[in-house]
Each structure stands twice: as structure tokens, then as C-alpha cells.
């Protein structure tokens, strides 16, 4: 049986996550804070997924997906964001959930959400090995797309979902440009205009992990004025 975390402060919206996903065969808990969902994770052993709020008494949802990530703590968050609203979706991203769906939602929508982040769990649990369309080896690294993990010499280092999912769409696209508006829409799933600075924060982030000099990228490169493209030497 999969059990869930619901982290929410409004509690008739908690209870009838609850009762629905009991009615599908989970095992839900309830926490009504950051502060409690992280004493919850940390005493009653693993969860299959996360159902976390961004408005939360005491820390938000952003801290509390940061904490789980900061800790090696890798299951899959589901953020809760009022309207949808594309700064807390980015910002949200850049904390390490890994989707979004924004309030009011109607149960079938959160129910496939959830289920598509469970099968994606469970598709990195799968012990076959990866095939090559999952696995990019460039400047002495090799990237595991399908298990989000960066080997550098003999070194592992972890990849949000987002993080690999920018990449590997970069390297589908290797030697074009592609813009940041094309990243926000294909990548994330936002229509709307909205800052994308966030994006910029993730190809710096992605620079520390595949170039050899970050502050001089040959494989992750600018194109002034449009947005990146991927250079695989």
C-alpha cells in the first residue's frame, strides 16, 4: 500500500484528500505544518510520495521541499499553489518538487498527478539498466536520466527532476537554440509570461555539474537574446 503525506493547513481540504485517497487503496497522513510534515518524515519512515502545500504556518512549502532535498531526501512532491501562479510554480521547482497543481483542482486532476509521480518512482526503482536514450556521457561525466544521478570520477551526485528534465530536453535539441520561452512552456507547462530568472539558476546549477570551467561553459552555452544551447564536444 502507498502511503501519502498531506501537508496542508486547511483542514476540510486535508480531511477529503484523505477520505478519496483511502477510497483509492493509499494510506494517507495528515500534517498541518512544515515543522510537523519534516518530525513526521523523520519518525515514521519512508512515504511514497508528498502532497505539500505552499502556504503553511511557520515555514512555507518552498523550506520544507528544501529541507527533504538538503537531507538526500528524494520523494516525489506534489506542490499544492494558489492560482497557479508562475513565480511559486518556479520557485517551487528550484526548491526541488517536482509538480505543480494550483488551487481549486478537481479530485480526478490531483489523482492523476499523484499517480503519474508514483509511476515515475517506481520507474527509477526499476533495477534494468537504462538505455542509451536515458544516458549522456560529455566531458568525462556520465548522466543517468532515468535514476536523475551525475557520476563524475567514481563520484554521485544528485539531480532534481527538473534539473534533468531541462538538460535532457537541451540535449534533444543539441546544437540549436532554444529559448527561455520555449523551456517555460515545454519543460515546465507555463503559458504565461513571467520572470525567468529561475531558469537562468538552473543552467548555472547545471554548468557546476557538466563543464569543467563554469564561469567559461563550452557544452552549456548563451545565445544572447534567445536563451541556450547544448554543444556536446
Known sequence: MKRILIVEDERHIAEGLVF????????????????SALEIIASNGSFD??????????????????????????VPILML???????????GFEAGTDDYLPKPFDLPIFLARLTSLLRRSEWQ????????VDVLEVNGKRIDFKNLELE???????????????????VEKAGNAVSRKEILEEVWGLHEDTDTRAIDNFIV????????DPARPEILQTV????YRFSKK
Open 224 to 227: 544572447r537574446g534567445v536563451g
Open 20 to 35: 478519496n485517497l483511502d477510497a483509492e487503496g493509499y494510506e494517507a497522513k495528515i500534517a498541518a505544518d512544515g515543522e
Open 81 to 91: 499553489t494558489a492560482r497557479g501562479r508562475p513565480e511559486d510554480v518556479l520557485q
Open 49 to 74: 510520495a508528498v502532497v505539500l502545500d505552499v502556504m503553511l504556518p511557520g515555514i512555507d512549502g518552498f523550506e520544507v521541499a528544501k529541507r527533504l532535498r538538503a537531507e538526500g531526501n528524494y
Open 205 to 212: 546549477r547545471l554548468r557546476r555539474h557538466i563543464e569543467n
Open 152 to 170: 563524475d570520477e567514481g563520484k554521485v551526485a544528485r539531480l532534481t527532476l527538473m534539473e534533468a528534465k531541462l538538460l535532457k530536453h537541451l
Open 125 to 132: 526503482a526499476d533495477p534494468r539498466p537504462a538505455s542509451g
